[in-house]
Protein backbone atom coordinates (compact mmCIF):
# COMPACT_ATOMS: atom_id res chain seq x y z
CA UNK A 1 0.00 0.00 0.00
CA UNK A 2 1.10 3.35 -0.75
CA UNK A 3 2.59 4.95 2.33
CA UNK A 4 1.04 8.33 1.21
CA UNK A 5 -2.71 6.83 1.88
CA UNK A 6 -1.95 4.40 4.94
CA UNK A 7 -1.95 7.76 7.20
CA UNK A 8 -5.03 8.85 5.68
CA UNK A 9 -7.31 5.38 6.13
CA UNK A 10 -10.78 6.13 7.83
CA UNK A 11 -11.96 3.38 9.94
CA UNK A 12 -15.12 1.35 9.03
CA UNK A 13 -17.39 3.29 11.92
CA UNK A 14 -16.30 6.32 10.25
CA UNK A 15 -16.93 5.59 6.71
CA UNK A 16 -20.58 4.04 7.91
CA UNK A 17 -21.25 7.34 9.86
CA UNK A 18 -20.10 9.08 6.86
CA UNK A 19 -22.87 6.86 4.05
CA UNK A 20 -25.91 9.52 4.97
CA UNK A 21 -23.80 12.60 3.68
CA UNK A 22 -22.68 10.38 0.78
CA UNK A 23 -26.63 10.01 0.02
CA UNK A 24 -26.76 13.75 -0.06
CA UNK A 25 -23.70 14.28 -2.66
CA UNK A 26 -25.53 14.40 -6.06
CA UNK A 27 -28.33 16.63 -4.69
CA UNK A 28 -25.74 19.21 -2.91
CA UNK A 29 -23.31 18.90 -6.17
CA UNK A 30 -25.43 20.14 -8.37
CA UNK A 31 -24.94 23.96 -7.05
CA UNK A 32 -21.79 24.96 -5.38
CA UNK A 33 -21.73 27.70 -2.92
CA UNK A 34 -24.32 30.37 -2.71
CA UNK A 35 -25.92 30.85 -6.68
CA UNK A 36 -28.12 33.63 -7.14
CA UNK A 37 -30.88 32.03 -7.84
CA UNK A 38 -31.36 28.30 -6.17
CA UNK A 39 -33.11 25.26 -8.31
CA UNK A 40 -34.89 22.60 -6.56
CA UNK A 41 -34.91 20.59 -9.60
CA UNK A 42 -37.34 20.25 -12.94
CA UNK A 43 -40.74 20.68 -12.58
CA UNK A 44 -42.63 20.46 -15.90
CA UNK A 45 -41.96 20.78 -19.65
CA UNK A 46 -44.79 21.86 -21.55
CA UNK A 47 -45.08 20.46 -25.00
CA UNK A 48 -47.07 22.04 -27.74
CA UNK A 49 -49.08 19.81 -29.94
CA UNK A 50 -51.48 19.68 -32.87
CA UNK A 51 -53.61 18.01 -30.63
CA UNK A 52 -53.89 17.54 -26.90
CA UNK A 53 -56.53 15.35 -26.76
CA UNK A 54 -54.47 12.89 -28.88
CA UNK A 55 -51.14 13.25 -26.98
CA UNK A 56 -52.89 13.26 -23.15
CA UNK A 57 -54.42 9.77 -24.70
CA UNK A 58 -51.15 8.77 -26.09
CA UNK A 59 -48.85 9.34 -23.22
CA UNK A 60 -51.82 8.25 -20.32
CA UNK A 61 -51.30 4.76 -22.42
CA UNK A 62 -48.07 4.83 -22.00
CA UNK A 63 -47.12 5.85 -18.79
CA UNK A 64 -50.64 5.75 -16.76
CA UNK A 65 -50.34 9.42 -15.64
CA UNK A 66 -53.16 11.55 -13.87
CA UNK A 67 -54.30 15.21 -14.94
CA UNK A 68 -53.27 16.98 -12.77
CA UNK A 69 -54.69 20.42 -13.39
CA UNK A 70 -55.68 21.82 -16.69
CA UNK A 71 -55.65 25.53 -17.96
CA UNK A 72 -58.42 26.53 -19.80
CA UNK A 73 -60.69 24.24 -21.57
CA UNK A 74 -57.63 22.59 -24.12
CA UNK A 75 -54.46 22.57 -21.96
CA UNK A 76 -53.82 19.76 -19.69
CA UNK A 77 -50.68 18.96 -17.14
CA UNK A 78 -50.00 15.27 -16.56
CA UNK A 79 -48.43 14.49 -13.37
CA UNK A 80 -45.24 12.60 -12.67
CA UNK A 81 -44.69 10.91 -10.34
CA UNK A 82 -46.00 11.52 -6.71
CA UNK A 83 -46.06 15.11 -8.30
CA UNK A 84 -45.95 18.27 -8.14
CA UNK A 85 -44.00 17.51 -11.16
CA UNK A 86 -45.63 17.01 -14.49
CA UNK A 87 -45.67 17.00 -18.18
CA UNK A 88 -47.90 19.83 -20.08
CA UNK A 89 -49.51 20.00 -23.05
CA UNK A 90 -50.99 23.04 -25.14
CA UNK A 91 -52.29 23.32 -28.50
CA UNK A 92 -50.19 24.91 -31.00
CA UNK A 93 -52.52 26.19 -33.17
CA UNK A 94 -50.86 26.87 -36.78
CA UNK A 95 -47.32 26.45 -35.54
CA UNK A 96 -45.42 23.11 -35.70
CA UNK A 97 -45.47 21.01 -32.57
CA UNK A 98 -42.26 21.50 -30.37
CA UNK A 99 -40.85 21.91 -26.72
CA UNK A 100 -42.48 25.29 -25.68
CA UNK A 101 -40.78 25.82 -22.42
CA UNK A 102 -38.93 23.88 -19.03
CA UNK A 103 -39.58 25.09 -16.10
CA UNK A 104 -37.48 24.63 -13.04
CA UNK A 105 -38.56 25.16 -9.26
CA UNK A 106 -36.42 27.65 -7.43
CA UNK A 107 -36.47 28.27 -3.54
CA UNK A 108 -37.73 31.64 -2.23
CA UNK A 109 -40.01 32.40 -5.53
CA UNK A 110 -40.37 36.07 -5.76
CA UNK A 111 -41.07 37.44 -8.99
CA UNK A 112 -39.26 40.77 -7.97
CA UNK A 113 -36.25 39.52 -6.02
CA UNK A 114 -35.97 37.13 -9.65
CA UNK A 115 -36.43 39.89 -11.73
CA UNK A 116 -33.61 42.38 -10.03
CA UNK A 117 -31.20 39.15 -10.35
CA UNK A 118 -31.95 38.46 -13.53
CA UNK A 119 -31.39 41.92 -14.16
CA UNK A 120 -27.52 41.87 -12.98
CA UNK A 121 -27.29 39.14 -15.33
CA UNK A 122 -28.07 41.09 -18.70
CA UNK A 123 -31.72 39.78 -18.83
CA UNK A 124 -34.28 42.89 -19.60
CA UNK A 125 -37.97 43.30 -19.17
CA UNK A 126 -40.02 42.24 -22.80
CA UNK A 127 -43.70 41.58 -24.19
CA UNK A 128 -42.16 38.02 -24.50
CA UNK A 129 -39.49 35.93 -23.37
CA UNK A 130 -36.84 35.96 -26.42
CA UNK A 131 -33.26 36.27 -25.70
CA UNK A 132 -32.30 37.63 -22.92
CA UNK A 133 -35.68 38.94 -21.98
CA UNK A 134 -37.71 38.40 -19.02
CA UNK A 135 -41.67 38.22 -19.14
CA UNK A 136 -44.03 38.19 -16.01
CA UNK A 137 -47.58 36.31 -16.79
CA UNK A 138 -50.61 37.11 -14.64
CA UNK A 139 -52.52 33.49 -15.38
CA UNK A 140 -56.58 34.46 -14.60
CA UNK A 141 -59.05 31.90 -13.41
CA UNK A 142 -60.05 31.63 -17.36
CA UNK A 143 -56.31 29.88 -17.01
CA UNK A 144 -57.11 27.40 -13.51
CA UNK A 145 -55.66 30.62 -12.35
CA UNK A 146 -56.18 32.34 -8.97
CA UNK A 147 -58.45 35.67 -9.18
CA UNK A 148 -56.32 38.42 -9.03
CA UNK A 149 -54.06 36.04 -11.35
CA UNK A 150 -51.02 33.76 -10.52
CA UNK A 151 -47.85 34.74 -11.60
CA UNK A 152 -45.78 32.70 -14.25
CA UNK A 153 -42.05 34.13 -14.58
CA UNK A 154 -40.38 32.72 -18.19
CA UNK A 155 -37.22 34.71 -20.16
CA UNK A 156 -35.33 33.38 -22.78
CA UNK A 157 -31.29 31.90 -22.29
CA UNK A 158 -28.98 33.62 -25.08
CA UNK A 159 -30.46 31.15 -27.54
CA UNK A 160 -33.86 32.00 -27.12
CA UNK A 161 -34.62 28.92 -25.15
CA UNK A 162 -37.32 29.82 -23.04
CA UNK A 163 -37.09 29.19 -19.18
CA UNK A 164 -39.76 29.37 -16.64
CA UNK A 165 -39.05 29.98 -12.94
CA UNK A 166 -41.52 28.67 -10.22
CA UNK A 167 -42.36 27.24 -6.76
CA UNK A 168 -40.76 23.81 -6.29
CA UNK A 169 -44.64 23.27 -5.43
CA UNK A 170 -46.20 25.06 -8.59
CA UNK A 171 -48.80 22.37 -10.31
CA UNK A 172 -49.92 24.17 -12.94
CA UNK A 173 -52.83 25.15 -10.35
CA UNK A 174 -54.49 28.67 -8.56
CA UNK A 175 -52.79 30.58 -6.13
CA UNK A 176 -49.78 33.29 -5.45
CA UNK A 177 -47.73 30.47 -5.91
CA UNK A 178 -49.73 27.91 -8.63
CA UNK A 179 -49.69 25.14 -6.01
CA UNK A 180 -53.47 24.66 -5.61
CA UNK A 181 -54.78 22.33 -7.77
CA UNK A 182 -57.44 20.07 -7.68
CA UNK A 183 -57.93 15.82 -7.03
CA UNK A 184 -56.23 14.52 -9.84
CA UNK A 185 -58.17 12.99 -12.44
CA UNK A 186 -57.59 9.36 -12.96
CA UNK A 187 -56.05 8.35 -15.96
CA UNK A 188 -58.39 5.57 -17.55
CA UNK A 189 -55.34 3.67 -18.94
CA UNK A 190 -53.21 2.10 -16.25
CA UNK A 191 -49.82 2.48 -18.61
CA UNK A 192 -47.01 0.29 -19.71
CA UNK A 193 -44.37 2.27 -17.35
CA UNK A 194 -44.68 4.22 -14.04
CA UNK A 195 -42.37 7.53 -14.20
CA UNK A 196 -40.83 8.63 -10.87
CA UNK A 197 -39.89 12.21 -11.63
CA UNK A 198 -38.10 14.14 -14.32
CA UNK A 199 -33.91 13.44 -14.86
CA UNK A 200 -32.60 15.70 -16.98
CA UNK A 201 -33.37 18.28 -20.28
CA UNK A 202 -30.96 18.62 -23.06
CA UNK A 203 -30.90 21.77 -24.76
CA UNK A 204 -29.36 22.13 -28.31
CA UNK A 205 -27.16 25.87 -27.96
CA UNK A 206 -24.63 27.48 -30.64
CA UNK A 207 -22.64 27.90 -28.45
CA UNK A 208 -21.61 25.42 -25.87
CA UNK A 209 -18.92 27.51 -23.54
CA UNK A 210 -21.17 30.62 -23.48
CA UNK A 211 -24.27 28.96 -22.39
CA UNK A 212 -22.58 26.95 -19.73
CA UNK A 213 -21.27 29.96 -18.37
CA UNK A 214 -24.44 31.09 -18.29
CA UNK A 215 -26.30 28.96 -16.48
CA UNK A 216 -23.54 28.41 -13.72
CA UNK A 217 -23.21 32.19 -13.02
CA UNK A 218 -26.77 32.52 -12.73
CA UNK A 219 -28.12 29.15 -11.20
CA UNK A 220 -24.17 27.98 -9.87
CA UNK A 221 -24.57 24.37 -11.41
CA UNK A 222 -21.55 22.20 -11.63
CA UNK A 223 -20.93 20.20 -14.72
CA UNK A 224 -21.49 16.61 -13.49
CA UNK A 225 -20.29 15.08 -17.19
CA UNK A 226 -18.96 16.10 -20.35
CA UNK A 227 -19.92 14.57 -22.99
CA UNK A 228 -18.02 13.85 -26.73
CA UNK A 229 -18.28 11.42 -29.26
CA UNK A 230 -14.77 8.58 -28.91
CA UNK A 231 -13.47 6.86 -31.74
CA UNK A 232 -12.77 3.28 -31.36
CA UNK A 233 -9.08 2.36 -30.81
CA UNK A 234 -9.06 0.56 -33.80
CA UNK A 235 -9.93 4.05 -35.60
CA UNK A 236 -7.51 5.57 -33.32
CA UNK A 237 -4.19 3.21 -34.55
CA UNK A 238 -5.54 3.71 -38.11
CA UNK A 239 -5.87 7.20 -37.92
CA UNK A 240 -2.19 7.55 -36.63
CA UNK A 241 -0.45 5.61 -39.25
CA UNK A 242 -2.99 5.91 -42.29
CA UNK A 243 -3.66 9.81 -42.61
CA UNK A 244 -3.92 11.33 -46.13
CA UNK A 245 -3.73 15.01 -44.53
CA UNK A 246 -1.01 16.51 -46.95
CA UNK A 247 -0.22 16.88 -49.96
CA UNK A 248 -2.75 13.94 -51.47
CA UNK A 249 -6.20 16.04 -50.01
CA UNK A 250 -4.87 19.03 -51.87
CA UNK A 251 -6.58 17.08 -54.81
CA UNK A 252 -10.01 16.55 -54.16
CA UNK A 253 -12.32 13.64 -52.90
CA UNK A 254 -11.08 10.00 -52.91
CA UNK A 255 -12.73 8.04 -55.77
CA UNK A 256 -15.50 5.49 -54.70
CA UNK A 257 -13.71 2.20 -53.90
CA UNK A 258 -10.27 3.64 -52.79
CA UNK A 259 -8.83 2.17 -49.52
CA UNK A 260 -6.86 2.94 -46.88
CA UNK A 261 -3.18 2.62 -48.11
CA UNK A 262 0.98 3.35 -46.38
CA UNK A 263 0.26 7.26 -45.91
CA UNK A 264 4.04 7.29 -46.65
CA UNK A 265 4.31 5.39 -49.93
CA UNK A 266 1.54 7.74 -50.94
CA UNK A 267 3.18 10.70 -49.90
CA UNK A 268 6.93 9.99 -51.05
CA UNK A 269 5.44 8.93 -54.63
CA UNK A 270 2.83 11.95 -54.58
CA UNK A 271 5.94 14.43 -53.58
CA UNK A 272 8.33 12.32 -56.70
CA UNK A 273 6.16 12.70 -59.03
CA UNK A 274 6.03 16.83 -58.35
CA UNK A 275 9.55 17.12 -58.36
CA UNK A 276 9.54 15.62 -61.80
CA UNK A 277 7.13 18.00 -63.01
CA UNK A 278 4.75 15.32 -64.77
CA UNK A 279 1.60 17.45 -63.14
CA UNK A 280 -1.08 16.40 -60.53
CA UNK A 281 -0.82 13.58 -58.93
CA UNK A 282 -3.52 10.97 -58.92
CA UNK A 283 -4.28 8.65 -55.95
CA UNK A 284 -4.33 4.88 -56.29
CA UNK A 285 -7.97 3.03 -57.01
CA UNK A 286 -8.19 -0.23 -54.90
CA UNK A 287 -10.22 -2.78 -56.82
CA UNK A 288 -12.11 -5.40 -55.60
CA UNK A 289 -9.32 -7.84 -56.49
CA UNK A 290 -7.03 -6.52 -54.31
CA UNK A 291 -4.82 -4.71 -56.86
CA UNK A 292 -4.39 -1.13 -57.10
CA UNK A 293 -3.68 0.79 -60.33
CA UNK A 294 -2.87 3.94 -61.54
CA UNK A 295 -5.47 4.45 -64.25
CA UNK A 296 -3.50 8.08 -65.03
CA UNK A 297 -0.62 9.46 -65.34
CA UNK A 298 3.17 8.36 -66.13
CA UNK A 299 2.58 4.69 -64.25
CA UNK A 300 -0.63 3.71 -66.36
CA UNK A 301 0.35 -0.40 -66.98
CA UNK A 302 1.60 -0.73 -63.48
CA UNK A 303 0.22 -2.93 -60.97
CA UNK A 304 0.90 -2.32 -57.57
CA UNK A 305 0.39 -5.73 -55.28
CA UNK A 306 -0.37 -5.14 -51.62
CA UNK A 307 2.38 -6.77 -49.75
CA UNK A 308 1.45 -9.24 -46.37
CA UNK A 309 4.05 -6.90 -43.85
CA UNK A 310 2.17 -4.40 -42.29
CA UNK A 311 3.71 -1.14 -42.28
CA UNK A 312 2.77 -0.78 -38.43
CA UNK A 313 1.56 -3.88 -36.47
CA UNK A 314 -1.37 -1.47 -35.11
CA UNK A 315 -2.02 -0.20 -38.48
CA UNK A 316 -3.07 -3.13 -40.74
CA UNK A 317 -2.23 -0.69 -43.35
CA UNK A 318 -0.41 -2.60 -46.75
CA UNK A 319 2.71 -1.73 -48.12
CA UNK A 320 2.53 -1.06 -51.90
CA UNK A 321 4.84 -3.44 -54.21
CA UNK A 322 5.68 -1.78 -57.76
CA UNK A 323 5.84 -4.38 -60.64
CA UNK A 324 6.05 -3.50 -64.51
CA UNK A 325 3.33 -5.65 -66.30
CA UNK A 326 4.71 -7.51 -69.26
CA UNK A 327 4.42 -5.74 -72.17
Known amino acids: MNPTFEHDRISRRSLLLSLPALMMAPRALLQNGSPPIRVTGINHVTLRVSDVKRSVDFYQGLFGMPVISRQGTTNANLRIGAGPQFLGFSAAGSEAPNINHICLGVDNFNVDRIIG ?39 GDPDGIVIQLQDPRYCGGAGALGNVCPAPEASPKKGLLALRDWSHCTNFVSDAARSNK ?103 CKVLRRRRRPR
Open 214 to 316: FYQDLFGFDIQVRRWRRRSRRRERRASSCQYQSPLHEHGKFPPGFRHQDSRKLRHQTERKRARGAGTARPLHQHADGESRRREGRHAGTIFYGSRRPADPASG
Open 117 to 155: ILGQHGITKGDSAGPMKVRVRMRGPEAGGAKEGTPELSF
